[in-house]
């Protein structure tokens, strides 16, 4: 029986899933290509503005706005880049600070074991209820089962320890997705960030080179405003990517704990659930 709702469960979720994971992808979609738009209008209306410059040619900037302008069409694409990894760093943390929960999963463990040592099962799962996190939840679902063990009579022990195993392998694999969702954005955002200011560099020293090589003569404007553009792209790559990479260790470390916390919680249940119903 405990076999054909299992099978019954997987197919339910896999049409649910299939549109879910459409529609995030669309919605990232959305929200890239505004904050692209974004992006841009800041570079052209904002930075471009003749107030940001000394001169009616817009050579000589007046303030920091006039010289990131003259970064060139590199710079609105790593402000784009920018703008997404902001986006993806408060969306992923108010998703794994969520997903934390409220407890600290070592002492919600603790809190769970003293009520199933005193054989309370419903005093365990009130503390998943205010433990409210990833851990809380696989351990509700490992309860629910555990609960349902203990009145069955037809299994052997090792069947129901099988069955709770498996009931926290499907809570934990629902979970799982949900933190490590968009993390594969900040991961990319982190390695691609330096190279589009890298590119940003090599443009600027290419301009600056070029102008050098028209004029017969050093140029010290020319020189100045190619050093200047490839400068101020590769500050802006560089920052983009000190902050993702900061963001996904970030992230990964509080994921791995949680992780942790659900690999003992399963622990728990199933060493608990062995030494008091042999």
Avoid at 116 to 129: F, R, S
Avoid at 185 to 194: L, Q, Y
Avoid at 244 to 265: K, L, Q, R, V
């Amino acid at each position: 029986m405990a076999d054909v709702k299992t099978a019954a469960k997987k197919p339910q979720g896999s049409k649910a899933g299939a549109p879910k994971k459409a529609n995030d992808l669309l919605k990232n979609l959305l929200v890239v290509l505004a904050l692209i738009a974004v992006a841009e209008a800041i570079f052209h209306v904002g930075f471009g503005s003749a107030s940001n410059f000394k001169d009616a040619e817009m050579h000589t900037p007046a303030n920091l706005m006039g010289t990131m302008y003259q970064g060139g069409w590199v710079v609105p694409i790593l402000m784009s880049t920018f703008l997404v990894l902001l986006y993806f760093v408060i969306e992923r943390g108010l998703t794994v600070f969520k997903a934390k929960g409220k407890v600290n999963g070592g002492e919600f463990v603790r809190r769970v074991q003293y009520h199933l040592a005193n054989k309370n099962i419903d005093a365990a799962k009130a503390e998943c209820d205010k433990q409210a996190g990833s851990v809380g939840n696989v351990m509700r679902n490992g309860l629910n089962k555990y609960e349902e063990m203990i009145g069955d009579t037809e299994l052997e022990t090792e069947q129901k320890i099988a069955s709770i195993q498996k009931e926290i392998e499907e809570a934990t694999a629902l979970e799982l997705p949900i933190l490590e969702k968009n993390m594969v954005f900040i991961s990319t955002i982190a390695s691609v960030a330096t190279l589009i200011g890298l590119f940003g560099t090599v443009l600027g020293m290419i301009r600056a080179f070029s102008a050098m090589a028209e004029a017969g003569a050093p140029d010290g404007a020319a020189l100045a405003a190619g050093i200047s553009e490839a400068l101020i792209n590769t500050a802006l790559g560089i920052g983009t990517s000190a902050i993702a990479i900061i963001a996904y260790n970030f992230y990964t470390t509080i994921i791995d704990n949680i992780t942790f916390g659900i690999d003992e919680s399963g622990f728990t249940l199933t060493q608990n659930f062995a030494a008091n119903y042999k």
